[in-house]
């Protein structure tokens, strides 16, 4: 059953991997890879999309019905 259980979630961890490098090439040019990205810029990056996620959840509170992911301008905010 251990062997099952884990198989599948290798299974999974592989088709997520995936489904993101396919996400990078389609927007190719527009992230440069991550493991070429200096720690302040890898820090940056995870600060932009934990904002994204806290303006997702707020907005989820106020039962905002836009459809749209919440955007984050140039300047971080």
Do not use: C, H
Not at 21 to 31: C, F, S
């Amino acid at each position: 059953m251990v062997f099952l259980i884990q198989n599948t979630q290798n299974r999974d961890g592989a088709a997520v991997q995936l489904k993101l490098e396919e996400r990078i090439r389609a927007v190719k040019g527009a992230v440069k890879s991550l493991e070429d990205m200096s720690e302040e810029e890898l820090e940056r990056l995870r600060a932009l999309y934990y904002q994204l996620a806290e303006r997702a959840q707020a907005s989820l509170k106020q039962g905002s019905q836009k459809k749209e992911a919440p955007q984050v301008r140039k300047d971080g905010s």
